[in-house]
């Protein structure tokens, strides 16, 4: 750690194999570091849950332990100078740099580090606040027996921590080096007030216990999937419904201008004429007889041609959305929503160095991240897929009959019939015929065997089974959104990771990149694809 952090290399470092590696060397970055998403009694919590020496049956079960876990984190931020109720409900972006530091060293002391190493910890904190940090390093020096490696430019400061300065007067007034107040001048003058205890607080103004939500996996997993869903369902159903809306009316457009009638009868004339000259001997076709003709072939084509157009236009919405673009329209918006509000937290995490602060808590910081992010990506992305497609498919039903084509019932059960295809397996095609378990005869293990085939009912190959299976509608429908959420979520992991030096200025550029990319890839795949259901037969 403190070669991949300080440039530090320690030659020769002997440790008690009875003291947990998690238990060793801490660190207190330069940079104040916590995790921003958990307020400052999680941050605790989190550390106290991976402490080797600490229980995590301790931690989460019952309601007794968790008020010894609530004990257990108050008494670790008063020990830096914290009030449990007043401050542990804040999040890290509401303390002030030597509140930050306080709880971070906290979250250090949940492991029982035996050796804490301290990078310019006085730096940036005004005079009163970097002595007021100095002196609980001090008391947690002596009392507790931790080890500091100390590394400042200040060495008043340092003096105390040292344990050089002399005590505290009783009337609580102390300067840096132990010097009284009226030897110095005013600014520096550090005043020690006695804190009211959360038992001498007025009634009127208890605090509730600061919260430890987002500590866990399942948390962080359903406070995911909440932001993907509902933050996009929005801009998905109006995307589908304006991509739906504007397919619907091209189609049904184009489809009612489609007039081949005259042609038709064109080619009757020129076919069937000379067939009635052969028949009747006559050079010259009545044109009663012409007439009746162009009537029978002119019935025969109302008949046919609007049921015809009416299907060929259900067809076309459902392959087209569920097959080809309902997918790919989420996923491309998704790149952006999902995986661009992916790569920006962990890029964050990365340029705060939130992730080194995991590491030396003993979390993986993809397991923290991107294991729950994944897991509510890839349960979103098919509801909103289907939820989209679903809006667009209905749309349909109401636009085609404003332009003569079909009826909406009838649009809705040809919909059903292009998505919900039987399946060409044998063993599908057997429990049919069987009407389930009536086997007619045959064993129940022949029936369950025959059942079980799933070999095409027009080839052996297992290529074609395959293909037939993950090519149906349904399962291509869920396999291509699967896929593509996958790949904008891996995307968004490898772009905000690369740089292990990221800096707040790269955080913009990890974003961009991950959505670009990840768009890119997604639309190869799609290309892909659309080879494989090609290849249907």
Request: hydrophobic share 45%; charged share 20%; glycine share 6%.
């Amino acid at each position: 750690m403190l070669r991949n952090t300080l440039g530090i290399d320690i030659e020769l470092c002997q440790w008690d194999d009875r003291i947990p590696e998690r238990e060793r060397v801490g660190m207190l970055f330069q940079q104040t570091t916590l995790l921003d998403s958990l307020t400052v009694a999680g941050n605790v919590c989190v550390a106290l849950e991976n402490c080797p020496t600490t229980s995590k049956d301790d931690i989460n079960n019952g309601a007794k332990n968790l008020q010894q876990t609530r004990a257990t984190i108050k008494r670790l931020l008063e020990t830096v100078g914290l009030d449990y109720l007043r401050d542990g409900h804040k999040r890290p972006s509401q303390l002030s740099g030597g509140m930050a530091r306080r709880a971070s060293l906290a979250l250090q002391l949940a492991q029982h580090k035996h050796v804490i190493v301290l990078d310019e910890p006085f730096a940036g904190l005004d005079f009163a606040t970097a002595v007021g940090v100095a002196k609980e390093l001090e008391r947690i020096r002596r009392e507790r027996g931790t080890a500091l490696l100390l590394i400042s430019h200040e060495p008043e400061i340092v003096d105390i921590v040292m344990g050089n300065a002399v005590d505290a007067k009783k009337d609580g007034n102390t300067t840096a080096t132990g010097k009284s107040s009226s030897s110095l001048g005013s600014d520096s003058v550090v005043t020690l007030q006695r804190r009211q205890t959360d038992d001498e607080k007025p009634a009127s103004h208890k605090l509730q216990h600061p919260s430890f939500f987002g500590k866990d996996a399942s948390h962080r997993f359903v406070t995911k999937l909440l932001d993907y869903f509902l933050y996009s369902l929005p801009l998905i159903l109006l995307t589908f419904l304006a991509s739906g809306l504007a397919i619907a009316m091209l189609s049904s457009d184009i489809l009612r201008r489609v007039d081949v009638t005259d042609t038709v009868l064109t080619v009757v004339q020129r076919e069937v004429k000379p067939l009635i000259q052969m028949f009747t001997g006559d050079e010259d076709v009545s044109p009663m007889y012409t007439m009746m003709i162009n009537m029978k072939v002119k019935g025969m084509l109302n008949t046919t041609i609007p049921p015809a157009k009416a299907k060929l236009y259900a067809m076309g919405m459902a392959k087209l959305f569920v097959l080809e673009i309902g997918p790919l329209i989420t996923a491309l918006l998704l790149s952006g929503r999902v995986g661009g509000s992916y790569a920006g937290e962990v890029a964050t995490m990365q340029s705060t160095a939130q992730n080194k602060l995991l590491l030396t808590l003993g979390v993986s910081p993809i397991a923290w991240t991107f294991v729950p992010s994944l897991f509510a990506s890839l349960i979103a992305s098919p509801l909103l897929t289907m939820a989209g497609t679903a809006l667009a498919l209905e749309i349909g039903s109401y636009v085609a009959p404003k332009y003569g084509i079909g009826d909406a019932q009838g649009y809705r059960r040809e919909v059903w019939d292009s998505i919900f295809v039987p399946l060409r397996l044998r063993g599908v095609t057997s429990w049919s015929e069987n009407e389930g378990w009536e086997h007619g005869g045959k064993s129940l293990l022949e029936c369950i065997y025959s059942s079980l085939d799933l070999r095409c009912t027009f080839s052996d190959a297992f290529a074609d089974a395959v293909i037939e299976i993950t090519t149906h509608p349904v399962f291509f429908h869920l396999i291509k959104s699967l896929t593509f959420i996958t790949i904008i979520m891996a995307v968004s992991e490898v772009s905000a990771r690369r740089k292990t030096e990221l800096t707040p200025r790269g955080v913009p550029k990890v974003i961009t990149t991950s959505v670009v990319a990840g768009s890119l890839i997604v639309i190869f795949a799609d290309w892909a694809f659309s080879q494989l259901l090609l290849m249907r037969h």
